[in-house]
């Protein structure tokens, strides 16, 4: 019977044992950090894995494995080159949570640029009066029109598409930047193509981030950056934390008045240190500027569904994989 680990995140294996039956015993480690996992990983055949990190010292006593399966989008804790040079092959599973995080981007979206988070909090304070507030509310940063605002999509995959698509039914002027991405799709979906970043800095006034991290884009969002945008932009990131090169920068963009609002899924680290900047200000309920910030503790791939999807997917792609059958979504 093979061996196959779940190196961390779930504390059973009742979806993962249903699809491996009798040709594999599931094992779970519970172990977020590499250094701290046991010995016997190494007698796996194969392995899922979510955040840990796992590395060529890790990869290398692996001398029975076939195939490591992430589960969910990004890759970057894998090193997959490492594992090419010792016959693994790597996969993710990109396909789980489409929906969810394309709902996510798109309900923070509305939610900065209607103002939404800050008018039920400041409406709260109100000592006197009520709709008349609505002026002095949108002196700084007025609520714009919907066919007013100019979003632009870094990443064309699966998420930046369907964000596309929900945001055109609200007349939205959709455009996007992705230099993978062949000519032509923009006029399937009737958005606008960029063709360089600074382009899309400087036509729009809604940024999403929705590619993956890459030697590229790691750290893309940084001071300089900021320093590009138009005044009164929102910024939006349901991708990969590390996109964004540190907390300090938006704090910054915020403070200066270059950031309208900022709606984070993912952060460079998590879970956040609470002597960052963005942070305290995110916590201090007394600040004006506290209204701008939504976060959220990286759930947007989630609902009921979708975890049970990723699992699924997760395994019967590992599966295949050691059973010599084509493994899907492999990874380069």
């Not at 294996?13 to 009798?22: G, Q």
């Not at 066919?147 to 369907?162: A, D, K, M, Y």
């Not at 300090?248 to 609470?274: M, Q, R, T």
């Not at 942070?279 to 975890?307: A, E, F, M």
Request: net charge positive; aromatic share 8%; charged share 25%.
């Amino acid at each position: 019977m093979k061996n196959i680990f779940i190196t961390d995140y779930f504390r059973d294996s009742k979806i993962e044992s249903k699809i491996f039956k009798n040709f594999a015993k599931v094992h779970i480690l519970n172990c977020p950090i590499e250094k701290n996992l046991p010995r016997i990983i190494n007698k796996a055949d194969g392995l899922l894995v979510w955040h840990t990190n796992i590395s060529a010292k890790t990869i290398k006593n692996l001398k029975n494995c076939k195939a490591i399966v992430r589960y969910g989008v990004g890759y970057d804790n894998i090193d997959h080159l490492a594992a090419r040079k010792y016959g693994i092959d790597c996969a993710n599973t990109p396909d789980y949570g489409t929906e969810e995080v394309a709902d996510t981007a798109a309900a923070m979206i509305l939610s900065l640029s209607r103002k939404i988070f800050h008018l039920n909090q400041s409406s709260k304070n109100y000592k006197k009066g009520w709709q008349q507030n609505v002026l002095n509310e949108n002196l700084e940063f007025p609520i714009k029109r919907s066919n007013e605002l100019r979003v632009g999509i870094i990443g064309l995959g699966r998420i930046g598409s369907s964000l596309s698509l929900r945001l055109k039914n609200f007349n939205m002027e959709i455009g996007f930047y992705d230099p993978y991405v062949q000519t032509g799709v923009e006029k399937i979906l009737g958005i606008k193509k960029f063709n360089s970043l600074n382009e899309l800095i400087s036509k729009t006034n809604i940024i999403s981030i929705n590619c993956v991290l890459t030697k590229e884009t790691l750290n893309l969002i940084d001071r300089k950056f900021i320093n590009k945008l138009n005044r009164g932009t929102i910024i939006i990131n349901t991708a990969r934390g590390k996109i964004i090169n540190s907390l300090d920068d938006i704090y910054y963009g915020i403070k200066n008045k270059i950031i309208a609002g900022v709606g984070l899924d993912v952060l460079p680290e998590e879970p956040p240190s609470f002597n960052s900047k963005l942070i305290k200000l995110w916590k201090n309920q007394k600040s004006s500027l506290n209204t701008r910030i939504l976060i959220n503790p990286h759930s947007g791939y989630y609902s009921s569904r979708s975890v049970i999807e990723m699992r699924e997917k997760a395994s019967v792609n590992l599966l295949n994989a050691l059973k010599g059958k084509k493994i899907y979504n492999l990874i380069n």
